[in-house]
């Protein structure tokens, strides 16, 4: 199968409904489309009503829109997954940590108390590895204390078939013998992914005007790029997020016709480069689409985490408490 047919098949929810996973900040749902398409029943909960609407729009499972705490009541379930925001936690900052109202981990922390699932995990940005590394090591800390082994990688989302480089920290806590998927040998370029989307020009389309190619072109000087930051057809699209799709005219998403103009993308074409299937709609704005889709966790990338975790629960390879233990002396924090 080519992209759009992996993406749009492979991706449908498998017939199998069980166990249950608990996704929590879960967006527009991508990650739990992963996971339904690995034959997981999903339960959503999200504070914005326009994700909501779409996670109800496409998948099985429910979305309870909501604004969470560390008090709210979730259903029993095997998996816990999501993406706690994290607040920037800078050097000259307060360094309240898990003590910090504002921050999502807590709540994710009093899930794994509440719930005991099997096994969890979330996702996040590449900072929380550097500027605030500290602060991870406290949240990994706090697991190992719960009696998980917490192991975590650096993906990147173009090394199992999406075509953008989307750098993500995906953070695992298990009781033994998890395996993160294998790497992709070969890498989907946004030509694949868009096929003849890339060279039309409906009505609809919007196009840079003349001044903003020449704050283009002044950006990219004053950036000291190499090549032009349009969207090139032969390799993967650089990262989609939400300030490159809605806004920004410098960094801007955008594609060059063959007749010279630019023209920013089409949802659907932003929904391609991140690996949602041409069936899922969302829900609200154009904005608000794109604030959905520079949030979410490619669904393609999810299904292959979807895959591990799969893996996991049928493997019944667990560790005794103190086998654990010994386990979590060797893994670095």
């Known amino acids: 199968m080519n992209y759009v047919e992996t993406i749009n098949h492979q991706l449908k929810p498998a017939s199998s409904r069980s166990p ?67 607040q920037p936690f800078s ?19 009093s899930a794994v108390k509440r719930l005991c699932p099997e096994i969890w995990l979330f996702e996040n940005v590449r900072g929380l590895l550097y500027k605030n590394k500290w602060y991870l090591d406290e949240i990994v800390q706090t697991f190992q204390d719960l009696g998980f082994i917490v192991e975590w990688r650096l993906l990147n989302a173009v090394d199992f078939g999406v075509p953008q480089n989307r750098e ?9 013998n998890f395996k993160f998927p294998k790497l992709f040998e070969k890498k989907i370029s946004a030509g694949e992914a868009l096929g003849e989307l890339a060279f039309l020009a409906p009505e609809e389309s919007k196009f840079l005007t003349p001044s903003m190619d020449e704050y283009v072109a002044k950006y990219e000087k004053a950036s000291f790029c190499k090549r032009p930051r349009d969207l090139h057809l032969d390799k993967p699209a650089r990262t989609l997020t939400c300030r490159n799709l809605a806004a920004a005219t410098g960094d801007m998403h955008r594609i060059k016709l063959p007749c010279g103009r630019r023209r920013r993308l089409f949802i659907t074409e932003a929904a391609r480069l991140q690996s949602f299937p041409d069936w899922f709609e969302f829900v609200g704005t154009q904005t608000s689409c794109f604030n959905q889709l520079g949030n979410a966790v490619p669904p393609l990338f999810a299904f292959h985490l979807a895959g591990s975790v799969r893996d996991y629960l049928q493997s019944d390879c667990r560790l005794s408490p103190s086998e654990i233990e010994q386990r979590q002396s060797v893994i670095p924090i």
């Open 20 to 86: 249950l996973v608990v996704d929590l900040f879960a967006g527009c749902g991508g990650l739990s489309v992963g996971f339904e398409a690995q034959g997981f029943a999903t339960h959503g909960f999200e504070k914005n009503a326009d994700s909501c609407a779409t996670y109800r729009k496409n998948l099985k499972g429910n979305c309870t829109q909501i604004l969470l705490t560390p008090e709210t009541e979730l259903p029993l379930a095997k998996v816990l997954i999501g993406g706690p925001p994290c």
């Open 168 to 176: 993500r920290l995906i953070v695992v806590g298990h009781k033994g």
């Open 91 to 109: 050097v000259g900052g307060k360094q309240k940590g898990l003590q910090d109202s504002r921050d999502g981990f807590p709540i994710f922390i």
